[in-house]
T-cell receptor, first 110, second 112 residues
């Protein structure tokens, strides 16, 4: 089955700096790569996703890049704000189901 | 607003008890999922269902069973609860292949 590794497990940045979270996956059949944000005590919510026919996708301050050859994908957050503080999860999947990474706790210091 | 609703939100019970967690959705999605979340382990898939007649085991199905009573309802049961099943449980829905999953608010389950 699929195995997704996510790094780092914790990340602290100053407000206004950029944050990068990286994930690797093992199954070359995976073709869908969403990212979820989970605030404390809340449900995970999709913030951006990318499919295997696309190498990069951007939505305002958030971007995701995908390298299918190397089997890794990354989340980039620019101009971080305190409200970006949360746990972020990557996931990889094909038509059937998703496998999630173990999460990255991002803390944005004011 | 169309949503995914989980009941109960919190449950404390004893070892050996049978427990049912319920999930209902008004999104009209065909696919429903049950996940377990433990600190440092992310979300792990327990069971998933593509329609009322299609139910599949996920990564960690041992000790759990499910029932898809209708398109809108998907229940998770622990036949004989044990302490290491203490966790946060999430239900999710989606429309199909490679589509976003929409999560409920979760059920925090503690087994003493």
């Amino acid at each position: 089955g699929e195995n997704v590794e996510q790094h780092p497990s914790t990340l602290s940045v100053q407000e206004g700096d950029s944050a990068v979270i990286k994930c690797t996956y093992s199954d070359s059949a995976s073709n869908y790569f969403p990212w979820y944000k989970q605030e404390l005590g809340k449900r995970p919510q999709l913030i951006i996703d990318i499919r295997s026919n696309v190498g990069e996708k951007k939505d305002q301050r958030i971007a995701v890049t995908l390298n299918k050859t190397a089997k890794h994908f990354s989340l980039h957050i620019t101009e971080t704000q305190p409200e970006d503080s949360a746990v972020y999860f990557c996931a990889a999947g094909e038509w059937r189901a998703l496998t999630f990474g173990s999460g990255t706790r991002l803390q944005v210091q004011p | 607003d169309a949503d995914v609703t989980q009941t109960p939100r919190n449950r404390i019970t004893k070892t050996g008890k049978r427990i049912m967690l319920e999930c209902s959705q008004t999104k009209g999605h065909d696919r429903m999922y049950w996940y377990r979340q433990d600190p440092g382990l992310g979300l792990r898939l327990i069971y998933y269902s593509f329609d009322v007649k299609d139910i599949n085991k996920g990564e960690i199905s041992d000790g759990y069973s499910v029932s898809r009573q209708a398109q809108a309802k998907f229940s998770l049961s622990l036949e004989s609860a044990i302490p290491n099943q203490t966790a946060l449980y999430f239900c999710a829905t989606s429309t199909g292949d490679n589509q976003p999953q929409h999560f409920g608010d979760g059920t925090r389950l503690s087994i003493l």
